[in-house]
């Protein structure tokens, strides 16, 4: 059965860096997002993505944030200035275009800030 | 706004006894409602989902799901649990099918031998 596959499964960074978060969706599905999940508490929306373009995103997806689909196949996220609060496991998600498609998640991203 | 409430953040059950995590939505349009469940150190895969035809719904391993408006409620069980349904279950959210999934805090469920 196809998968998202997200790389790598555990990112540590110092405060004030630059990361990138890699995610392959499934390869028919039109849609993407982006998740996250601060230990102990809930999955949060950070943004969706559609035909190139932002569709949709939360308080949480502020400047510091970009999504990019640099080919065919990827699709990223770019936390510019990391912040200790960014610690967190990120889910990249994908889904088929039509009402109520079911999202199909990756396994995450556990990213450290320290 | 939507939002979802899992009352209790960790259910422990026998093998073979019932299982009953529970799940109250709130939402200002008939909802799309949704059970996920993650494995340790997997993503999150959908178990059910509810939109708005039958109100019993079931899902894959077992598990079914029951939409009561009356008690806004959409409590997720399985009649016998196993070894392998130890995982963290998060029920979620649309307004319509589109707009982006909002989650409950997920209820992490044990099984004893």
């Known amino acids: 059965e196809p998968e998202v596959t997200q790389t790598p499964s555990h990112q540590v960074t110092q405060m004030g860096q630059e990361v990138i978060l890699r995610c392959v969706p499934i390869?028919?599905?039109?849609?993407f997002y982006w998740y996250r999940q601060i230990l102990g508490q809930k999955v949060e929306f950070l943004v969706s993505f559609y035909n190139n373009e932002i569709s949709e995103k939360s308080e949480i997806f502020d400047d510091q944030f970009s999504v990019e689909r640099p080919d065919g196949s990827n699709f990223t996220l770019k936390i510019r200035s990391t912040k200790l609060e960014d610690s967190a496991m990120y889910f990249c998600?994908?889904?088929?275009?039509?009402?109520?498609?079911?999202?199909?998640f990756g396994n995450g991203t556990r990213l450290t800030v320290t | 706004a939507q939002s979802v409430t899992q009352l209790g953040s960790h259910v422990s059950v026998s093998e073979g006894a019932l299982v009953l995590l529970r799940c109250n939505y709130s939402s200002s349009v008939p909802p799309y409602l949704f059970w996920y469940v993650q494995y340790p150190n997997q993503g999150l895969q959908l178990l059910l989902k509810?939109?708005?035809?039958?109100?019993l719904v079931k899902g894959i391993n077992g598990f079914e799901a029951e939409f009561k408006k009356s008690e806004t409620s959409f409590h997720l069980t399985k009649p016998s649990a196993h070894m392998s349904d130890a995982a963290e279950y998060f029920c979620a959210v649309s307004d319509d099918g589109n707009t982006p999934l909002v989650f409950g805090k997920g209820t992490r469920l044990s099984v004893i031998a």
């Open positions: 998600a994908s889904s088929e275009p039509g009402d109520n498609s079911p999202l199909h």
């Open positions: 509810y939109t708005s035809a039958a109100t």
């Open positions: 390869s028919n599905h039109l849609y």
